[in-house]
């Protein structure tokens, strides 16, 4: 599926009666989520890397062809910043392995304040399995000034520069630097906060459909999980995808909520 959108987690209560039927216990809402989605990003692992037996409960509970996206520890990308990488980027792969074929790109998200250092995250995208896709969510803007050296890298590595946005407006360059994309979306500027409005999803519709072709791997994911503003904004960016004849995995009715069965 080229171009799989999906939600940053699924353990949101605000989700109930939106995504979740009100009375569904939480332990089923993976399974629930599956029906809506064919793709989540594992942020979990960012705060706390689970087991692999934990990883490998979520491959047990989700179908085949379901794409899990990993978000790398912060004790890689925050604590350690990047520095003797092997033995984090080992664990988090050995413990991921449990997903077994559901695993899909590992993210890594830099701080707000990481300046500017290609060579250290040469060395990290290094220890990563050949493989396995890397996106790199970058912030600090010294990573755009030394624009030659970081594409380099990048493309080395077959990695994916992560395109991010926050209120509507992109906080990275659109640079293409693999032949497949990742995209987050934080929160737009629409009401009710933190909505996109029709006008920003259709702009990252054709953003992405103008960089990468139909066939290439894209995946989306709305980390804006506010009210359950992910579910929705990430169906209807779905149907604006899907109306520039792009194939798009499943997403919920895109006309305001999605309904709630009752289990």
């Known amino acids: 599926m080229p171009m799989l959108v999906g939600t940053s987690g699924w353990q949101y209560k605000d989700w109930r009666g939106v995504l979740y039927p009100p009375r569904q216990p939480q332990r089923l809402w993976l399974e629930e989520y599956t029906r809506h989605f064919a793709t989540v990003e594992n942020n979990n692992a960012f705060y706390r890397l689970p087991s692999k037996e934990v990883f490998g409960s979520w491959r047990e509970r989700t179908p085949e062809g379901f794409v899990v996206a990993v978000k790398a520890s912060r004790y ?52 990563f399995p050949g493989s396995t896709r890397v996106a790199v969510e970058l ?39 693999a032949a497949w994309g990742y995209v987050r979306l934080h929160g737009g500027s629409a009401k009710p906060p933190p909505r996109y409005g029709r006008q920003a999803l259709n702009s990252w519709a054709r953003r992405v459909s103008d960089t990468w072709p139909d066939e290439d791997d894209v995946y989306v994911y709305f980390n804006n999980d506010t009210g359950a503003a992910a579910v929705v904004d990430a169906a209807k960016f779905a149907r604006a995808a899907s109306a520039l004849g792009r194939t798009v995995s499943h997403t919920p009715p895109a006309s305001g909520a999605p309904a709630a069965r009752e289990t």
């Open 139 to 177: 912030r600090h803007p010294s990573w755009w000034e030394a624009e030659r050296e970081l594409r380099a890298v990048l493309e080395r590595h077959g990695s994916s520069l992560c395109w991010a946005d926050r209120d509507s407006r992109p906080m990275t360059p659109l640079w293409r630097t």
């Open 76 to 127: 890689l990308t925050h604590m350690k910043r990047l520095r003797d990488p092997r033995e984090p980027v080992t664990r988090l792969m050995d413990r991921a392995e449990g997903l077994g074929d559901r695993l899909g790109p590992v993210l890594l998200q830099l701080p707000s304040h990481f300046r500017e250092d290609t060579g250290a995250l040469d060395a990290c995208l290094s220890c």
